[in-house]
């Protein structure tokens, strides 16, 4: 155990580093709450290699080349922007990139990662210019607030299905799982202690949510108990099968052309929303609803993507999941160096990563969700003129699956109908040229 002395220097560095007074935070509860955020998250670990497996790239090289990518893009965005947002290969872009270029479109992985490095050095320069910023700056206060709350519903959706409480039905497209399965009680069960350790205001009340449902899931054998140090440790498979294996050919015909715009699109959107929305419930916008360093947590964002192509996996992004941790008191660059740490040790500790529940995991996520519900009671639903858009953000994100394309909604609603009801004046520049570039994208 440190010494006093000992503690108080690291607590001097840390303040350096991360001026975390300033904050409103300390050591103890950025480190908690990025502990949180990574619980959240590590199933990308998992999920990653599942999905990209499909193409015939080397899964275990793919989970090495997702840890990776995730430690370069998060250690980015807390050295660069100093905020507590984590960054992984996306969901959804993960299998836009494995289903529909490389299965549907017939394209090699070599080529589609090819195609998702093009795609970060577009990210990289818009991001110098700094076209991202003025996008994430320019968004009306309604549509980050709606963002926000639409984040929520959808990782609260997202909990839900990895639950089984929502299921696939052919009927009605959802459905109610079976509520007396094992797993859909241990998720009830996991949902109530959180909901307790909140309720009494105990710090790092998600992690301790999750493990608690962890351990219960192991004594009721729904899930598997480590038996040994091989559950636990183990040696990290090699990266050659996919380091720097891009192949350039033909990455400029008409269809690679397509694709690259597809996975510039649903990215800059997805990181766009995810930092609105995160950084609204967080307190990071200031006076004028602008984000602070959006520029440096955009070419982080950039830059790590170029990483995770080198490396072998799909787009890296800015996580959602950073909610859960922000919602744990995470506030500075403290909470995503925890979370890179932690992603670096998983190379070794990937089978003990492996036995934590979905249904253990998926109750955090609801309670983030709640979380990130909180400022729709700021949105002006007396106005219509802000209210559609709004809500046209808000329900598109779990009904389309993709922050990306609720805030295409929400500022498609927003210009349309503040044009025909007169109110044109309140339309950003940033917001027309937006609109115009949607349109352009639904015809073409």
Known sequence: ??????????????????????????????????????????????????????????????MVATILGSVVGTLLMALLANYPFALAPGMGLNAFFAYTVVLGMGISWQVALAAVFIDGVIFLILSILPVRKRIVNDIPMT??????????????????????????????LVGL???????????????????????????????LGILITTVVSMLFGLS?????????????????????????????????IAVIFTFTFVDMFDTVGTLVGVSTKAGFLDEKGELPKADQALLADAIATIAGAIFGTSTVTTYVESASGVADGGRTGLTAVTVAVLFLLSLFFAPLVRLIPAAATAPALVIVGIYMMEPVIKINFTDFTEAIPAFLTIAMMPFAYSIAEGL???????????????RAKEISATMWVLAVLFIIRFIA
Not at 36 to 44: D, G, L, P, V
Not at 146 to 161: D, R, T
Not at 227 to 253: C, W, Y
Not at 408 to 422: D, E, N, Q, R, T
């Open 1 to 62: 155990m440190a010494s006093p002395k000992a503690q108080t220097a690291n607590d001097g560095f840390f303040e350096r580093a991360f001026q975390l007074k300033a904050h409103g935070t300390d050591v103890k509860t950025e480190l908690l709450a990025g502990v949180t955020t990574f619980m959240t998250m590590a199933y990308i670990i998992i999920v990653n290699p599942s999905i990209l497996g499909v193409t015939g790239m080397d899964a275990g090289a793919v």
């Open 143 to 172: 549509l980050k607030l709606a963002v926000s709350v639409g984040i929520g519903l959808f990782i609260a959706f997202i909990g839900l299905q990895s639950a089984g409480v929502i299921v696939e039905n052919p009927a009605t």
């Open 177 to 207: 799982g079976s509520i007396t399965s094992p797993n859909v009680l241990l998720f009830v069960f996991g949902l109530v202690v959180m909901g307790i350790l909140i309720a009494y205001n105990i710090k790092g009340s998600l992690l």
């Open 224 to 256: 598997p108990r480590p038996m040994g140090i091989a559950d636990i440790v183990g040696s990290p498979p090699s990266l050659a099968p996919t380091f720097m294996q891009m192949d350039f050919r033909g990455v400029f015909d008409i269809g690679l």
């Open 408 to 422: 295409v909604w929400g500022i498609l609603g927003y210009v349309f109908i503040k044009l025909f009801a007169g």
